[in-house]
């Protein structure tokens, strides 16, 4: 029977059974509801499974020695089990962030704030469990527990190892900032972008590029929040995998570097990745943006938090650490005027436009900024964004996904291409670049090397940078043109 007639034929016999058996007149008035109706936004946000990918806590774990059970006034932090509980939120990126000013300890830096999430974790067992995958944030929820996760912030980390970088996947970490504000060695960051005085290199250099190869094939999610155009641009042309803006805004409506175009809005929807709106009150409203970024007052600013660091030196040295001077920033900030919760509503919802509903989500960078919108004092707070949503229109499936839906497809989709990656280079066994250079460096003969690369080829390109690197450390010309004529795999 084709689809019209079996339901002209339905409601036939719905018809007739209507008129068979009269329905009641339904009661003028309702009977009080005691639960929140299905499509309220209390329901709609209590059933959503709420994941943030940004929080800076980790500082505060390490540096102030505070615990997440800890119910804190909102004006010390945004998070803490009792928000948590009360906005629902069910998984946050806790944000590996290394100073530059730990230079020369970056990885020791990271590798203490990595403990001090597994330590709230340890010390909660009965609500809080770390998770490395999608499916143990849905474990989590299943469980009634909050999913901790970590995210580097800032490539500087890996001390341009990858190596290192493999080593804080096993440790847990799942995402990586390819920078912080600062420019590395191998990546430039939307952060000094104009200084002349910062080595750029056009985006990432050949090292980079292998940073983002090596992060598909771990299953590490490429993250460009922070980075240069430049650097966005490159690392979505090599990432196999979608990937993700943990905390940026929209360029169009707040114009700042850190924030992003709608050009490249478009280009995360053809990427498949995710913008998660970071609630920072410069980067979500043009008229805090401006007000805020008066040299004058920065600079007034800046020579406070100098004369903080100077006055509070620590005795051996180490760097006087955000946490400590914190206090100057937020005071600072309060002299100008929260801007309203729909300025952050506006970035949702343009993001939502452009790059599409699948595209957005939200990376609040709390405990890392000294400003919100109005509204938004803590993670407790988070229902009225939902609210905000279901009065624009949205509807309950869309805000569902804005809130973690679609950050967990994205993690699903790296995983998945990691195991694809792994199981290709299994297959083909192409030697690295940096095998090659290992081999280099430990001597190996260059009938040896020629026979290797012959046998399995290699998985690079030997662009000019890699081919300087290579001589440097004394390869023979014979054994560089066979790696220039392997087979690329
Ligand atoms: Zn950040």
Same mark, same amino acid.
């Given at each position: 029977?084709?689809?019209?007639?079996?339901?002209?034929?339905?409601?036939?016999?719905?018809?007739?059974?209507?008129?068979?058996?009269?329905?009641?007149?339904?009661?003028?008035?309702?009977?009080?509801?005691?639960?929140?109706?299905?499509?309220?936004?209390?329901?709609?946000?209590?059933?959503?499974?709420?994941?943030?990918?940004?929080?800076?806590?980790?500082?505060?774990?390490?540096?102030?020695?505070?615990?997440?059970?800890?119910?804190?006034?909102?004006?010390?932090?945004?998070?803490?089990?009792?928000?948590?509980?009360?906005?629902?939120?069910?998984?946050?990126?806790?944000?590996?962030?290394?100073?530059?000013?730990?230079?020369?300890?970056?990885?020791?830096?990271? *590798?203490?704030?990595?403990?001090?999430?597994?330590?709230?974790?340890?010390?909660?067992?009965?609500?809080?469990? *770390?998770?490395?995958?999608?499916?143990?944030?849905?474990?989590?929820?299943?469980?009634?527990?909050?999913?901790?996760?970590?995210?580097?912030?800032?490539?500087?980390?890996?001390?341009?190892?990858?190596? $290192?970088?493999?080593?804080?996947?096993?440790?847990?970490?799942?995402?990586? /900032?390819?920078?912080?504000?600062?420019?590395?060695?191998?990546?430039?960051?939307?952060?000094?972008?104009?200084?002349?005085?910062?080595?750029?290199?056009?985006?990432?250099?050949?090292?980079?590029?292998?940073?983002?190869?090596?992060?598909?094939?771990?299953?590490?999610?490429?993250?460009?929040?922070?980075?240069?155009?430049?650097?966005?641009?490159?690392? $979505?042309?090599?990432?196999?995998?979608?990937?993700?803006?943990?905390?940026?805004?929209?360029?169009?409506?707040?114009?700042?570097?850190?924030?992003?175009?709608?050009?490249?809005?478009?280009? *995360?929807?053809?990427?498949?990745?995710?913008?998660?709106?970071?609630?920072?009150?410069?980067?979500?409203?043009?008229?805090?943006?401006?007000?805020?970024?008066?040299?004058?007052?920065?600079?007034?600013?800046?020579?406070?938090?100098?004369?903080?660091?100077?006055?509070?030196?620590?005795?051996?040295?180490?760097?006087?650490?955000?946490?400590?001077?914190?206090?100057?920033?937020?005071?600072?900030?309060?002299?100008?005027?929260?801007?309203?919760?729909?300025?952050?509503?506006?970035?949702?919802?343009?993001?939502?436009?452009?790059?599409?509903?699948?595209?957005?989500?939200?990376?609040?960078?709390?405990?890392?900024?000294?400003?919100?919108?109005?509204?938004?004092?803590?993670?407790?707070?988070?229902?009225?964004?939902?609210?905000?949503?279901?009065?624009?229109?949205?509807?309950?499936?869309?805000?569902?996904?804005?809130?973690?839906?679609?950050?967990?497809?994205?993690?699903?989709?790296?995983?998945?291409?990691?195991?694809?990656?792994?199981?290709?280079?299994?297959?083909?066994?192409?030697?690295?670049?940096?095998?090659?250079?290992? *081999?280099?460096?430990?001597?190996?003969? /260059?009938?040896? $090397?020629?026979?290797?690369?012959?046998?399995?080829?290699?998985?690079?390109? $030997?662009?000019?940078?890699?081919?300087?690197?290579?001589?440097?450390?004394?390869?023979?010309?014979?054994?560089?043109?066979?790696?220039?004529?392997?087979?690329?795999?």
């Amino acid at each position: 029977m084709n689809p019209q007639r079996l339901l002209a034929c339905l409601l036939l016999l719905s018809g007739l059974a209507l008129a068979q058996h009269p329905q009641p007149k339904k009661p003028a008035k309702a009977a009080p509801v005691t639960r929140p109706k299905a499509d309220s936004a209390l329901a709609i946000h209590q059933s959503a499974l709420i994941v943030d990918t940004h929080a800076d806590t980790p500082q505060r774990f390490l540096d102030e020695n505070f615990d997440l059970g800890q119910n804190t006034p909102i004006a010390e932090g945004h998070i803490d089990l009792g928000k948590i509980k009360q906005g629902n939120l069910g998984a946050e990126f806790f944000s590996i962030w290394v100073e530059p000013e730990f230079k020369g300890h970056y990885a020791r830096r990271a *590798m203490d704030l990595i403990d001090s999430v597994y330590q709230q974790a340890a010390r909660h067992p009965d609500k809080i469990t *770390m998770a490395f995958t999608a499916d143990d944030i849905l474990h989590a929820r299943e469980q009634h527990k909050f999913a901790a996760l970590m995210g580097i912030e800032g490539g500087h980390a890996i001390e341009n190892d990858i190596r $290192l970088l493999r080593d804080f996947y096993r440790m847990g970490v799942r995402y990586m /900032t390819l920078t912080w504000s600062n420019t590395n060695e191998w990546a430039d960051s939307s952060g000094d972008i104009q200084d002349p005085n910062v080595k750029h290199h056009n985006g990432m250099t050949d090292f980079g590029k292998d940073v983002v190869r090596e992060m598909n094939r771990l299953g590490m999610i490429v993250d460009i929040s922070h980075v240069s155009d430049a650097t966005f641009y490159q690392a $979505l042309l090599i990432s196999q995998a979608p990937v993700i803006a943990s905390h940026s805004s929209a360029r169009e409506l707040t114009n700042q570097p850190r924030n992003m175009t709608d050009d490249m809005l478009r280009a *995360m929807t053809n990427n498949g990745g995710v913008v998660m709106v970071n609630f920072y009150s410069a980067f979500i409203d043009e008229n805090y943006r401006k007000a805020s970024s008066d040299p004058e007052k920065i600079k007034q600013r800046d020579a406070e938090v100098e004369a903080f660091k100077k006055a509070h030196a620590h005795p051996d040295g180490s760097a006087v650490t955000y946490d400590e001077y914190a206090p100057i920033e937020k005071k600072w900030a309060a002299q100008f005027p929260r801007p309203p919760l729909k300025s952050l509503i506006d970035h949702i919802d343009h993001i939502a436009k452009v790059a599409g509903i699948d595209h957005v989500g939200l990376g609040s960078d709390f405990d890392g900024v000294t400003s919100l919108p109005e509204g938004i004092d803590s993670a407790a707070d988070l229902p009225k964004i939902t609210q905000a949503l279901l009065q624009r229109g949205y509807t309950r499936e869309q805000i569902h996904k804005i809130l973690g839906g679609n950050f967990l497809r994205v993690m699903h989709e790296v995983e998945a291409t990691a195991k694809r990656l792994q199981a290709e280079h299994k297959a083909s066994d192409a030697l690295s670049f940096e095998e090659i250079e290992l *081999m280099v460096g430990n001597r190996v003969s /260059t009938e040896q $090397l020629i026979g290797r690369i012959n046998e399995h080829g290699v998985s690079f390109d $030997l662009t000019a940078e890699r081919r300087a690197r290579l001589k440097e450390q004394g390869i023979e010309d014979a054994a560089l043109e066979t790696i220039a004529r392997a087979r690329r795999r």
